[in-house]
């Protein structure tokens, strides 16, 4: 394969074909193996290695030794790989909850300071919201965010954490907490009552209610939501929602259990 033209894609496409090289040579190859069999020059080829070694992409255990895939790759496939299986497994919940409200819903996981929506079923109306699957949102400030920060960050001390590590934390709107105190009261207030809310914290006109996801895990897999206009969120109709979605939660986690629980058990 021929260089790209580009500087910074024909080191993107060196630093592939370092990787697709490392992974047929189970026993590493050395800078002098890699640059012979790849035509990199030396200093170019140390350069993309030692970034690569920062990521975790590739690893040398002896100074001056073999290269060797690192463990990231590995683990950016698995997590790859575990999300398709969490869209797969929850979109029927989203579905369902969608189809018997009219209203939008949302799976999303925690990365870091933010969510990654991996899943989203428009309501049937014409209003549409402008939530896209891949997009990001700051976590405190989302009713999905906050129904995952609540239980993998479960004390006020892991909050305050949490919160120095990333700050400043966002404020997409007047109604944001960013606060690690108030944030903190608030996610206790959602451990208590089963279920997060997003009152135009995120986007000025946009509320939802959101719930966990655990399937079995001591932390949550996912959270799901259900997302509306605020035009539409009377007194107490998110409340209600809140309750809804825990209950659907709740029955559907059991039925995907039971579903577990029915498959034949294989013999090794």
Not at 7 to 21: G, H, I, M, P, T
Not at 41 to 70: C, D, M, N
Not at 133 to 159: C, F, M, Q
Request: with cysteine.
């Amino acid at each position: 394969m021929g260089e790209v033209d580009g500087s910074v894609v024909a080191s993107v496409d060196r630093a592939l074909r370092v990787l697709q090289e490392l992974s047929r040579a189970s026993q590493g190859l050395s800078l002098n193996d890699l640059a012979v069999r790849l035509g990199i020059p030396k200093s170019s080829l140390h350069r993309i290695l030692g970034a690569l070694k920062h990521r975790g992409f590739v690893t040398q255990p002896e100074t001056g030794g073999p290269y060797f895939l690192g463990s990231e790759l590995l683990a950016t496939a698995f997590r790859f790989h575990d999300t398709l299986d969490l869209r797969a497994l929850i979109h029927p919940l989203l579905v369902r909850v969608s189809a018997e409200l009219e209203e939008t819903t949302h799976m999303a996981v925690l990365d870091g300071a933010e969510v990654v929506y991996h899943d989203k079923v428009d309501a049937p109306h014409t209003i549409k919201l402008s939530s896209v699957i891949g997009g990001r949102n700051p976590a405190h400030a989302t009713g999905v965010g906050k129904a995952l920060l609540a239980w993998t960050h479960p004390t006020d001390e892991a909050i305050s954490t949490w919160a120095a590590r990333w700050a400043p934390l966002a404020t997409p709107t007047q109604r944001t907490i960013t606060g690690a105190v108030q944030l903190a009261r608030q996610l206790a207030q959602v451990r208590d009552r089963g279920y997060a809310l997003d009152l135009a914290e995120n986007e000025t006109g946009v509320c939802c209610a959101a719930v966990p996801i655990f399937l079995g895990r001591p932390v949550p897999a996912a959270a799901v939501s259900i997302t509306l206009l605020s035009t539409r969120a009377k007194p107490g109709r998110l409340a209600e929602l809140g309750q809804y979605l825990r209950e659907m939660a709740a029955e559907w986690t059991a039925d995907v259990a039971d579903d577990d629980t029915s498959q034949p058990v294989r013999e090794a």
